[in-house]
């Protein structure tokens, strides 16, 4: 993207855009940088500094938590057009926890500094509103994965990602192995296999190296609906 293009995009994805004074849009320009991560980059990790706001043009990124014997929980996703605020952590008091983000594709992103985020949102009402927010909505993502992971039987929650993941890509087959698929959610992958073979069993899915196609959505469905 051109610098007119970025600028455009950020207009787009900040609502707190229209509000900046000329000074303010400037620096903010000035401090948005445009950044290439291949698939499988880790992009943050607690012991990273603060990369401030990101916001994804093209592909897409997991944010997640690490247990201590270093088990994976899925948080959310980032998809284009869309903007993660807890890799600015260090500029919202209310964040206590570290995240790890890493790229679930070829992605490209800009990312806003931290110092001027911090420096917007201490100046302008609109911008701390804004990052206010936005970390609201990301906490209602976090109880949500909690939720399911904690009360959800496995094949409720699988039959859930299938469908948003199909939703979100816009296909029936999704290009995921068993083991990114356990990745994804926070699970063994051993679960995943066994689960993913009962649904094929079902004929809910066909299962190819590589790779899952819904063939049934109304019957995962009717089991991602059903009570537990």
């Not at 997991?62 to 994976?72: A, C, F, L, P, T």
Request: proline letters at 2%; aromatic letters at 8%.
């Amino acid at each position: 993207m051109t610098v007119q293009e970025d600028q455009a995009f950020l207009e787009n994805a900040l609502p707190f855009f229209p509000r900046l004074s000329p000074s303010e849009r400037s620096l903010l320009l000035q401090s948005t940088t445009s950044v290439s991560y291949k698939k499988g980059a880790s992009i943050h990790r607690a012991d990273y500094k603060c990369l401030g706001l990101l916001l994804v043009k093209t592909g897409s990124l997991r944010v997640y938590i690490m247990s201590e014997d270093g088990r994976e929980i899925t948080l959310y996703r980032i998809y284009p057009g869309e903007l993660c605020i807890l890799s600015a952590s260090c500029v919202l008091s209310s964040i206590t926890f570290d995240v790890y983000i890493d790229a679930v594709d070829d992605s490209q992103v800009l990312q806003v500094s931290s110092a001027v985020i911090s420096l917007l949102m201490h100046d302008n009402i609109y911008v701390e509103a804004f990052a206010n927010k936005a970390a609201a909505e990301r906490f209602s993502d976090v109880m949500w994965a909690m939720q399911q992971i904690l009360f959800m039987s496995f094949d409720r929650r699988l039959a859930i990602f299938l469908l948003d993941e199909s939703a979100s890509l816009a296909t029936d087959t999704l290009s995921l192995t068993h083991e990114q698929i356990a990745k994804l959610m926070g699970s063994a992958r051993e679960v995943v296999t066994r689960m993913l073979k009962y649904f094929s069993q079902e004929g809910y899915v066909s299962l190819a190296r590589g790779s899952v196609t819904i063939l049934d959505k109304k019957a995962l469905r009717k089991l991602a609906d059903s009570a537990q």
